[in-house]
C-alpha cells in the first residue's frame, strides 16, 4: 500500500519543476525590437530625465520608433548592454560615452564599444551602435531635428557636421534638413 501511493505520487514531484521552466524573458527581447530604447543610467544623473524629453520629441515626428526611456542600474550594465547589442540607442554624459568607445578609466581591459553619435545636448551625447542602419538613424535624427526647440542645449546641427563621430545616418539628415 505504502509502495502504491509512493508511485503515485512519483509523478507529482516532477510538476512543480517543469511547470516553473517557462520564462517571460523572451518577451522582453520582442519588447526591445519593437521600441527604440533610449538608454540612459543612474549613475548618470541627468541622462534619464533628458532621455524622457528625447523620448518625447522622437515619438512626436516618427510615432512608429514607439521610443522608450530605459534606465540601467549603473554604467557598467549600460556598457554589457551595448557591447552585448541589446541595446542600440544611448543617452549619457559626453565622458561616460568617450570612455566606453576608448575602453578607458572604468572599461581598461575591456574591449571599447563602436558608438556613432546622432546628436549632442550640452554634456549629453545620445548615440547608437555604429553598425546601426543609416536609413533608421536618419528618421531618428530628422525626428530630433525637427524638434529642436524644445530639446534645451542642443548643439547647432551644422556644428555636428565637424564631429568625426557622427553616425552617417545623421549626417545625411542633417544635410537634408
Given at each position: 500500500?505504502?509502495?502504491?501511493?509512493?508511485?503515485?505520487?512519483l509523478p507529482?514531484?516532477?510538476?512543480?519543476?517543469?511547470a516553473?521552466a517557462?520564462?517571460?524573458?523572451?518577451q522582453y527581447?520582442v519588447?526591445?525590437?519593437?521600441?527604440l530604447?533610449v538608454l540612459?543610467?543612474?549613475d548618470?544623473?541627468?541622462?534619464y530625465?533628458?532621455?524622457?524629453?528625447?523620448?518625447t520629441?522622437?515619438?512626436?515626428n516618427?510615432?512608429?520608433a514607439?521610443?522608450r526611456?530605459?534606465?540601467?542600474?549603473?554604467?557598467?550594465?549600460?556598457?554589457?548592454l551595448l557591447?552585448?547589442?541589446?541595446f542600440q540607442?544611448?543617452?549619457?554624459?559626453?565622458?561616460n560615452?568617450?570612455?566606453?568607445?576608448?575602453?578607458?578609466?572604468?572599461?581598461?581591459?575591456r574591449?571599447p564599444?563602436d558608438?556613432?553619435?546622432i546628436y549632442?545636448?550640452g554634456?549629453?551625447e545620445?548615440?547608437?551602435?555604429?553598425n546601426?542602419?543609416?536609413r533608421?538613424?536618419s528618421?531618428?535624427?530628422?525626428?530630433?531635428?525637427?524638434?529642436?526647440s524644445?530639446?534645451?542645449?542642443?548643439m547647432?546641427p551644422?556644428?555636428?557636421?565637424?564631429l568625426d563621430t557622427?553616425?552617417?545616418?545623421?549626417k545625411?539628415?542633417?544635410k537634408?534638413?
Amino acid at each position: 500500500m505504502l509502495r502504491r501511493t509512493f508511485l503515485c505520487m512519483l509523478p507529482s514531484l516532477f510538476v512543480p519543476l517543469t511547470a516553473q521552466a517557462h520564462s517571460p524573458w523572451g518577451q522582453y527581447a520582442v519588447y526591445r525590437q519593437k521600441h527604440l530604447l533610449v538608454l540612459s543610467t543612474r549613475d548618470d544623473p541627468d541622462s534619464y530625465s533628458y532621455s524622457k524629453l528625447l523620448v518625447t520629441a522622437i515619438n512626436k515626428n516618427a510615432p512608429e520608433a514607439n521610443a522608450r526611456p530605459a534606465r540601467a542600474i549603473n554604467l557598467n550594465r549600460a556598457y554589457n548592454l551595448l557591447r552585448t547589442d541589446q541595446f542600440q540607442f544611448a543617452l549619457l554624459s559626453r565622458a561616460n560615452i568617450r570612455s566606453i568607445r576608448t575602453a578607458t578609466g572604468a572599461f581598461a581591459n575591456r574591449p571599447p564599444v563602436d558608438l556613432k553619435t546622432i546628436y549632442l545636448f550640452g554634456d549629453l551625447e545620445f548615440v547608437v551602435l555604429a553598425n546601426f542602419p543609416q536609413r533608421l538613424v536618419s528618421v531618428v535624427t530628422d525626428a530630433v531635428l525637427s524638434n529642436i526647440s524644445v530639446l534645451p542645449g542642443a548643439m547647432p546641427p551644422r556644428e555636428l557636421l565637424m564631429l568625426d563621430t557622427l553616425h552617417p545616418g545623421a549626417k545625411a539628415a542633417i544635410k537634408s534638413f
